[in-house]
């Protein structure tokens, strides 16, 4: 791939106050706590379409993070991902009031079956002339399978046994079901869909039976674009036979490289192009008119930054309970791999040759999450952004907020026109729907994807 192609860009949200910044809901400028308002949503997705960005990538659980301390208090305190709400039903207002901004929407295999769900993404895909992906998940919070009325998850990898008959359903329901001609519409004859078009699927599986048809007519992409995050061995073979763009969340370049490479390799192990996945890697980004400004920016936003509820999302992200630890202990004194690695990794990252401690990882991951942190003027984080995209490989970045609208409206008013004057960031949009934009193809599942084997009426196991 040319290193000279352009940067994506998605605003990474959710339907919740505390995102990937706990804590930073007090600072006098944020308004998430507007989430459960449609104007919000409204203005912010105006906001992301004047700055040409790609999509809206929201994210969500259906669980509070409650492996810190044994109890969902922290989190509940310092507003880390709960209170949470539908992302859903929030798109149909934002594409009313845009015409090209994509969506991508996450949701779980775990606990909805397929059947209704297809009908969920066939009607979001017709209401946004096809602007809508599927970020698939398949859930990581026992605390979601719990209130589901089980003791537990499914095992990890058995849980992706599980979402790929899931997805199996989709494509026959999607794809698969109604011919493209299926809607007749004619006044005249007095037929509005031939039923000759329309075929059952026949689905009996080892997780589903779904005996009929879609109860949808075909969208402009039949199958939203497929999203995904898993960068487990077991994930990255699902997202090599599934996925049209990929999450990735890493904390270093180093890292994401390494991932990047996996996950392109993935693809070609399955038949597929290497390049057939966008990939998006998790960034943060505070901006400003300059360097200097832009740090100001990050020292103030600190000290709005919640240590309890950072070490909340990270106990449920690691699996592992902080609050058994003193916040001052050297992590070095930890007697966990996973944490030693994250905090070696951290200190890599921020250039720190000291110790680190719990609460300094704590601090750490406060503004902005797990993922890196680039901080400076709209030309200095232009420049490291075509530095990351053309060392890494990577498409595009899933921007985390630390202040909401404020980080996005940064970007647009800094970063976007430096990126666009050095070639690296479109212009203007290209019509199409949201797989045509980001890929300059077809509107429809490619001929080489998995799914695609389901089109008209192949529903014969592929």
Not at 210 to 226: D, Y
Not at 391 to 417: K, M, Q, R, S, W
Request: net charge negative; proline share 4%.
């Amino acid at each position: 791939m040319s290193s000279q192609r352009q940067i994506l860009f998605n605003a990474f949200d959710m339907n919740c106050v505390g995102h990937q910044s706990p804590g930073l809901w007090r600072h006098p400028r944020d308004q998430s706590r507007d989430y459960n308002k449609l104007s919000y949503w409204m203005n912010l997705a105006q906001t992301l379409e004047k700055g040409l960005f790609d999509g809206l990538f929201i994210a969500d659980v259906l669980g509070p993070y409650d492996v810190y301390g044994g109890n969902a208090n922290a989190a509940l305190q310092s507003g880390a991902q709960v209170p949470v709400n539908d992302p859903f039903l929030l798109v149909s207002a934002m594409a009313a009031v845009t015409e090209h901004l994509g969506f991508g929407v996450t949701a779980g295999t775990a606990y909805e079956h397929p059947f209704p769900f297809s009908r969920r993404l066939a009607t979001l895909d017709h209401l946004t002339n096809g602007r809508v992906g599927w970020n698939v998940v398949t859930g990581y919070l026992p605390s979601a399978a719990r209130n589901m009325g089980n003791d537990d998850q499914m095992e990890h990898d058995r849980r992706y046994d599980h979402a790929d008959e899931y997805l199996e359903v989709i494509y026959k329901l999607l794809e698969g079901s109604w011919e493209d001609d299926a809607v007749q519409f004619n006044r005249e004859t007095g037929v509005f869909t031939d039923h000759t078009k329309v075929h059952n699927i026949e689905h009996d599986g080892e997780f589903f039976k779904v005996p009929g048809a879609a109860v949808t007519e075909p969208s402009p992409q039949r199958t939203p674009v497929i999203y995904q995050a898993g960068a487990s061995t077991r994930g990255r073979a699902f997202s090599a036979k599934h996925a049209e763009a990929t999450f990735l969340n890493s904390p270093t370049y180093e890292l994401l490289a390494g991932s990047i490479a996996k996950t392109r390799q993935a693809l070609v192990e399955v038949g597929r192009d290497p390049y057939d996945i966008r990939v998006f890697g998790m960034q943060t980004i505070i901006t400003g008119a300059t360097d200097e400004e832009a740090q100001e920016k990050y020292r103030e936003l600190a000290q709005y930054a919640d240590v309890e509820g950072a070490l909340a999302l990270m106990s449920g992200w690691m699996g592992t309970d902080f609050a058994k630890y003193d916040l001052d202990a050297p992590i070095g004194h930890i007697e966990s791999n996973a944490i030693q690695s994250a905090a070696e990794t951290f200190r890599k990252a921020s250039g720190d040759g000291e110790e680190w401690t719990v609460r300094k990882l704590a601090e750490w991951t406060g503004v902005g999450g797990f993922g890196p942190v680039l901080i400076g003027s709209g030309a200095t984080v232009a420049e490291e952004l075509i530095k990351i995209q053309d060392e890494t490989d990577v498409d595009g970045f899933n921007l985390a907020y630390h202040i909401t609208p404020g980080t996005f409206e940064d970007i647009v008013e800094y970063v976007v026109p430096e990126l666009q004057e050095r070639g690296r960031y479109k212009t203007e949009y290209s019509d199409g729907t949201l797989r045509h934009k980001l890929f300059g193809r077809g509107d429809r599942l490619p001929e080489n994807h998995i799914g695609a084997g389901y089109k008209l009426g192949a529903n014969a196991a592929v």
